[in-house]
């Protein structure tokens, strides 16, 4: 009995083990995988200076394709992902080969204090010959940064964190002489070593009084030297002389941190002095041009009142017509009905001056068309002369005989609507109409 129970005991801790392996966890538990996020930068970590992040996972099976490492964020801080796929390696655990897949990211931390970075999500998927294909996602814990600042950068407002760092400065447009109008550009381009593009702060705006300055976009881009990140970015900046005078472009100086010699370099950038001939900008004519931008202003707005005015007038006026329109709606119908009337009858009038026998039908019949049993051949059956003209002028428009009397066919019209008239009484239903009564014939008798 006893053999018997510590069979089922030995049977049951492999069944929860072979369960326990069935999950990403279950294989870490069981010793089948590792995973974990590395902080492979050595302490001490300055503010700005690089940090790098590496998540590895190894397994002694096959990785069923490339782990994922989702992406994340860090408050003040500059991410970069320093690869773009996973990098692979064998490594040897106690005799036996296991494969690693590693990511690599990069940190700039604009401030200094704690880095708190996020747990990271890493999406793995392995192939084992015991537990088949098994997949799920880890949150890997990054260990504490503390960020310091640099010592010799207390005191500065602008620096750079780098292994190397120069910056080039040309200009184009330069002439012995200078005219109100001339412009000049000065480019400056900054290459870092170690570092993205990004990372390399703009240089300060100027504004002096008679040049105008733009600022155009910066070009930034980064790339790889000699399996070393180099990034950079340019700068065009153009100066138009808009009077005469003498004007200075003050010079200016950039620090950065030396990640080599853990030390404050400067590199001096000299000013420059520019003589333009012309008139200069007086103040008298800057504030002649702010009193007219204020009178601008004053005018766009008052103009932007009557504006306002004329259209709640022209929304009152509209809204009058639409009431106006809805109100006398059937009236205005009735006066449209009697213009095509008389037009429809000044122009059957002429074509029967013209002898145009067809014009006349056509007229006729759009007269009466609103009765689709009325035709000419039998409306003037009870007339024989009004017949005998609607005879000869179907006639004639149809290329036989004569055509009628002028004032026959005129007088044809006429009666034509007076005929429309009777229909239409004919056809109108009646109101209360009253009881039916038949109508009874007197029954004669014999006296």
């Not at 692979?88 to 880095?115: C, I, K, M, Y």
């Not at 949150?139 to 964190?161: C, F, N």
């Not at 002649?288 to 204020?294: A, I, N, P």
């Not at 007076?418 to 004669?444: D, H, M, V």
Request: aromatic share 8%; with cysteine; glycine share 6%.
């Amino acid at each position: 009995m006893k053999h018997v129970n510590l069979f089922y005991l030995m049977l049951s801790l492999v069944v929860a083990q072979v369960t326990a392996a069935e999950t990403i966890q279950g294989l870490l538990d069981a010793g089948k995988l590792e995973a974990r996020a590395v902080v492979k930068t050595p302490a001490p970590h300055f503010q700005k200076a690089p940090v790098e992040i590496v998540v590895e996972v190894g397994t002694p099976d096959r990785f069923n394709g490339s782990i994922r490492v989702r992406d994340f964020t860090v408050p003040a801080t500059l991410v970069r992902r320093m690869t773009k796929t996973a990098f692979n390696e064998t490594r040897r655990r106690d005799g036996v080969s296991w494969d690693f897949q590693s990511w690599r990211f990069e940190l700039h931390a604009e401030r200094s204090g704690p880095l708190r970075v996020p747990p990271l999500t890493t999406f793995i998927s392995i192939k084992s010959e015991t537990d088949g294909d098994v997949k799920g996602e880890l949150k890997l814990t990054v260990p504490p940064i503390q960020i310091e600042v640099p010592p010799g950068t207390e005191a500065l407002d602008s620096w750079v964190a780098a292994n190397e760092f120069k910056v080039e400065e040309s200009w184009e447009g330069v002439l012995e002489k200078y005219q109100v109008g001339d412009a000049v550009t000065r480019i400056r381009k900054f290459t870092i070593s170690g570092s993205p593009a990004m990372a390399i702060p703009a240089s300060p705006r100027i504004e002096l009084d008679g040049v105008q300055v733009y600022q155009a976009p910066p070009l930034v881009d980064d790339k790889e030297v000699g399996g070393k990140l180099q990034g950079i970015r340019e700068e065009r900046v153009v100066f138009t002389f808009k009077g005469g005078g003498a004007f200075t472009i003050p010079e200016e100086q950039i620090h950065w941190l030396n990640l080599k010699t853990k030390t404050v370099d400067k590199i001096d950038l000299p000013g420059r002095d520019f003589e333009v001939s012309g008139p200069p900008v007086s103040s008298s004519a800057t504030q002649t041009t702010s009193e007219s931008k204020g009178d601008s202003k004053g005018t766009f707005y008052t103009m932007l009142s009557v504006a306002a005015a004329v259209v709640i007038w022209l929304g009152y006026l509209l809204f009058r017509r639409m009431r106006w329109s809805i109100r006398f709606s059937p009236m205005r119908d009735r006066l449209e009905s009697l213009r095509r009337q008389r037009r429809a009858r000044a122009a059957f009038m002429h074509a029967a001056e013209q002898q145009d026998s067809q014009r006349c039908l056509e007229l006729l019949y759009q007269q009466m068309s609103e009765h689709a049993e009325w035709q000419l051949s039998t409306a003037f059956a009870n007339d024989p002369q009004k017949q005998a003209t609607s005879d000869a002028l179907m006639a004639h428009a149809f290329g036989g005989g004569q055509p009628p009397e002028v004032s026959e066919v005129q007088g044809l019209w006429v009666l034509s609507k007076g005929q429309k008239l009777k229909q239409e009484s004919a056809n109108t239903l009646q109101l209360n109409p009253g009881p039916y009564r038949p109508k009874i014939s007197p029954i004669k008798t014999n006296s």
